[in-house]
T-cell receptor, first 116, second 110 residues
Framework: EAGVAQSPRYKIIEKRQSVAFWCNPISGHATLYWYQQILGQGPKLLIQFQNNGVVDDSQLPKDRFSAERLKGVDSTLKIQPAKLEDSAVYLC??????????????FGEGSRLTVL | GQQLNQSPQSMFIQEGEDVSMNCTSSSIFNTWLWYKQDPGEGPVLLIALYKAGELTSNGRLTAQFGITRKDSFLNISASIPSDVGIYFCAGETSYDKVIFGPGTSLSVIP
């Protein structure tokens, strides 16, 4: 079974530029998450989708971050314009069922962003 | 908001020693989880706990869900070099929202 795919693995941009990350979850997984992991910290939830609807985006800086999950499958996370403090690894994860309360999230390898 | 605290922040142990790490929260969670992250990888689930007071084992790993539903511990017995990594506790709320702690970094000295 293929895992969660993310691209690009690495991205270096200058501040005020824009960047987009793509995620393809495990086939059949209803819930998709984007986490931001700053070096030395735990993953911080940015946004959670249930199929193609947003369940939680309370910690998403909406003035510069946006995310969508068209057709309830792939998802993109965009940052525009980027700031220095956005340097982090952006992790995408998916889980099988809504309200399953299993806690088992399957993570991709992440996209490492460096903002200069 | 909901926040998790982990202790210790880092550990250096000899191969073969046992390890214990803790996680506490200001909020109640429905499910407690322990994940491990290797460098350059995403976190991987080690153990999930679903009931207050539950004690669960997975090989050399043992974890417990605190009775108050606000804490959990993870024990690793007879550590080996491949146990090196960062261990995160996480709590799951309603609607599958999963919050992660700051992590405990484990180093194993051969």
């Amino acid at each position: 079974e293929a895992g969660v795919a993310q691209s690009p693995r690495y991205k270096i941009i200058e501040k005020r530029q824009s960047v987009a990350f793509w995620c393809n979850p495990i086939s059949g997984h209803a819930t998709l998450y984007w986490y931001q992991q700053i070096l030395g910290q735990g993953p911080k939830l940015l946004i959670q989708f249930q199929n193609n609807g947003v369940v939680d985006d309370s910690q998403l800086p909406k003035d510069r971050f946006s995310a969508e999950r068209l057709k309830g499958v792939d998802s993109t996370l965009k940052i525009q314009p980027a700031k220095l403090e956005d340097s982090a690894v952006y992790l995408c994860a998916s889980s099988l069922a809504a309200q399953a309360n299993t806690g088992e999230l399957f993570f991709g390898e992440g996209s490492r962003l460096t903002v200069l | 908001g909901q926040q998790l605290n982990q202790s210790p922040q880092s550990m250096f142990i000899q191969e073969g020693e046992d390890v214990s790490m803790n996680c506490t929260s200001s909020s109640i969670f429905n499910t407690w989880l322990w994940y491990k992250q290797d460098p350059g990888e995403g976190p991987v689930l080690l153990i999930a706990l679903y009931k207050a007071g539950e004690l669960t084992s997975n090989g050399r790993l043992t974890a417990q869900f605190g009775i108050t539903r606000k804490d959990s511990f993870l024990n690793i017995s007879a550590s080996i070099p491949s146990d090196v990594g960062i261990y995160f506790c996480a709590g799951e709320t309603s609607y599958d929202k999963v919050i992660f702690g700051p992590g405990t970094s484990l180093s194993v000295i051969p």
